[in-house]
């Protein structure tokens, strides 16, 4: 069983908004960081947000500081992405981490983290 796994992706027009889902059947939900990645072909992994526990601790890469939202959704052991105003070059495959909390903080480094998902494919069309 995947220990880690997003869902939520699909087409989606540019300007419009995106909710992605990441949880961890296998993992304690509440012993983890979580973070969001993305990867368009031909380019680096590139961090799209991390959070820890409260929706507060979220930390948000450069390219969509003010248009995402991470949150954690603790009754459903589940961690949100909201993407808005979407645009032709947020199209990726978006890939959720783990790591433990004694990692230290929530990370913008895909190297700290030791659980990956498969990834979701999110193509913004324009």
């Known amino acids: 069983q995947a220990q880690v796994v997003e869902s939520g992706g699909g087409f989606v027009q540019a300007g419009g908004s995106l909710r992605l889902s990441c949880t961890a059947p296998t993992l304690k939900f509440d012993d983890y960081y979580f973070a969001w990645f993305r990867q368009a072909p031909g380019k680096e992994r590139e961090a799209v947000s991390c959070?820890?526990?409260?929706?507060?601790?979220?930390r948000y890469g450069n390219s969509v500081r003010d248009r995402a939202t991470m949150k954690r959704e603790h009754a459903k052991d589940t961690a949100i992405l909201q993407l808005s105003r979407l645009k032709a070059e947020d199209t990726a495959m978006y890939y959720c981490?783990?790591?433990?909390?004694?990692?230290?903080?929530?990370?913008?480094?895909?190297?700290?983290?030791?659980?990956w998902g498969r990834g979701t494919q999110v193509t913004v069309s324009s």
């Open positions: 959070i820890k526990w409260g929706d507060t601790s979220a």
């Open positions: 981490a783990a790591v433990h909390w004694y990692s230290g903080d929530c990370s913008l480094s895909s190297d700290r983290y030791s659980f």
